[in-house]
Antibody, heavy 115, light 112 residues
Framework: EVQLVESGGGLVQPGRSLKLSCAAS????????MHWIRQAPTKGLEWVAS????????YYRDSVKGRFTISRDNAKSTLYLQMDSLRSEDTATYYC????????WGQGVMVTVSS | DVVMTQTPPSLSVAIGQSVSISCKSS???????????LHWLLQSPGRSPKRLIY???NLGSGVPDRFSGTGSQKDFTLKISRVEAEDLGVYYC?????????FGAGTKLELK
């Protein structure tokens, strides 16, 4: 059974950092591109970042470029999102999702940026 | 960015009724490999999104055949035949043909 389990969320002050993790199981993690997608409270879905299966290629939405870093550890089957210089508009539930076809999603982790 | 326009924004249905949701993209979603990367997701209340249909018309594993997807180029439709209570929630179309991936605003399916 495929499982994606996010962790690392919480309440953080503007300008501070947070690192999210997504632990994958039930499939060969190193074979799939992965994504981070977020959903602000009562809003729709917004793609944040993606990474290739090897980790050699990464992609970001403009509003997080230079502040967020997506990475992966294929030996640990884990996806990461390092979020620096956080802003109030980054407040959202963050989901990790598998593949170009969005095959599976994690349960999400809440990030609240507030003073 | 490719804009995905979903209609209607909400639908009120009775159990057993059939419904359709439209999704139109601002550009053709046919990729250079000839495939169309248009997918449909359902977010049930309080849950994370679940992929229902991929590449326009392919049913995901375990998804009932009451769901069907059609369309091409820029115009796509999700049809639900004989709505059941477990189908309620917000439906999103999503495209992964063009960078960046984009989503429709969602269609909320509620009980009448």
């Amino acid at each position: 059974e495929v499982q994606l389990v996010e962790s690392g969320g919480g309440l953080v002050q503007p300008g501070r950092s947070l690192k999210l993790s997504c632990a994958a199981s039930g499939f060969t993690f190193s074979n799939y591109g992965m994504h981070w997608i977020r959903q602000a409270p009562t809003k729709g879905l917004e793609w944040v970042a993606s990474i290739s299966p090897s980790g050699g290629s990464t992609y970001y939405r403009d509003s997080v470029k230079g502040r967020f870093t997506i990475s992966r550890d294929n030996a640990k089957s884990t996806l990461y999102l390092q979020m620096d210089s956080l802003r109030s508009e980054d407040t959202a539930t963050y989901y990790c999702a598998m593949s170009r076809y969005f095959d599976y999603w994690g349960q999400g982790v809440m990030v609240t940026v507030s003073s | 960015d490719v804009v995905m326009t979903q209609t209607p924004p909400s639908l009120s249905v009775a159990i057993g009724q059939s419904v359709s949701i439209s999704c139109k993209s601002s550009q053709s979603l046919v990729y250079s490999d000839g495939k169309t990367y248009l997918h449909w997701l359902l977010q049930s209340p309080g849950r994370s999104p679940k992929r229902l249909i991929y590449q326009v018309s392919n049913l995901g594993s375990g998804v009932p055949d009451r769901f069907s997807g059609t369309g091409s180029q820029k115009d796509f439709t999700l049809k639900i035949s004989r709505v059941e209570a477990e189908d309620l929630g917000v439906y999103y179309c999503a495209q992964t043909t063009h960078f960046p991936d984009t989503f429709g605003a969602g269609t909320k399916l509620e009980l009448k």
